[in-house]
Every structure is written in C-alpha cells, then in structure tokens.
C-alpha cells in the first residue's frame, strides 16, 4: 500500500523551541524537535569528537549527544543549574541527535518577525550551524539550523 508522503505545513517553519547556552538565547525549528528530555548519564565514545558527549539509549535507540556550548564554539563557563540542564532531542533524515543545553525557554512565532542573516564577523566555518537572528524583547535570538548543527552531509544525510 502506498501512503502519501508527509507534506510540511507552511506554518511549520515560523515556530521555533528556544532554550538557552550560557547568556545567550537560540532556537531550534519546532518542526525539528522531536523531545526534550533530562539530561541523564551518558556513554562517553573514545575517539569521538570533542564536542560529543556520549550516546545515550532512549527506547531502543542509541542517540548521540552533543555539549552546545562546544558545537557552537562558545567559551567554558561554570556548570549551568543541574535542575534546568535539558537534552534537546533533533531528529532530521530520520536521524535522532541531542544538544545539550543550559535550560529551555518557550516557544516563539516569527511571524512578522525579520529573520536577519547571521552577524557579520563571525568566523566563517563550513559547518557553522547559526542561520539567522531574530529579535526578540531587548535582545536577540540565534537561529539553528539542525542539518549543520550535527554536520548532517548532503549525500543521504548521514552524520558526518
């Protein structure tokens, strides 16, 4: 039996989960967020990258996870509240990653909000994960894009 490809809602794409890494506010696409879970013990990998934490097994699956403050660069500081520390689990391609993150915000609608491309100045990296910035209150939030965030390549996107 053939079943119809799930189609995207246009709407989809205006609604981001916000959490925070250190000072700073970011977001993620709703539509890419699958959960947010406690942070919990996690298997560390040797050999993996610096910014991977471990894996973790959540029903059934092994789940990578990432420290946000490593993946996007962003200096150490000391531990976040243990009771607001949150894995924020992507899933794009049908690949399920975490991002851990200091705690988690609210959600936002962009709707008639400019998205601005990222900040001039930064440095330019191929898998810089920030896509734009959206103003929000006094300030700013940082948008991800989930794909670069795990350095998701084009070909089947497998983690790279």
Known sequence: MNTPALQR???EDR???TFRIGAQLYAARL?????????????PVPGSATD???VRH???HIVPVMDGRRRLGLPAQPEADPLGVRIVLLSHAGQALGLKVDAVGELLDSEGLEIAPPPPGRLERDDDPVSGVLPWRDGFVVLLDARRLYRLNGDGDHVA
Request: cysteine-free.
């Open 58 to 60: 959540l029903r059934g």
């Open 9 to 11: 809602h246009p709407d």
């Open 15 to 17: 609604h981001w989960l």
């Open 52 to 54: 991977l934490l471990g």
């Open 31 to 43: 539509s890419d967020v699958s959960e947010v879970i406690r942070d919990d013990e996690l298997t």
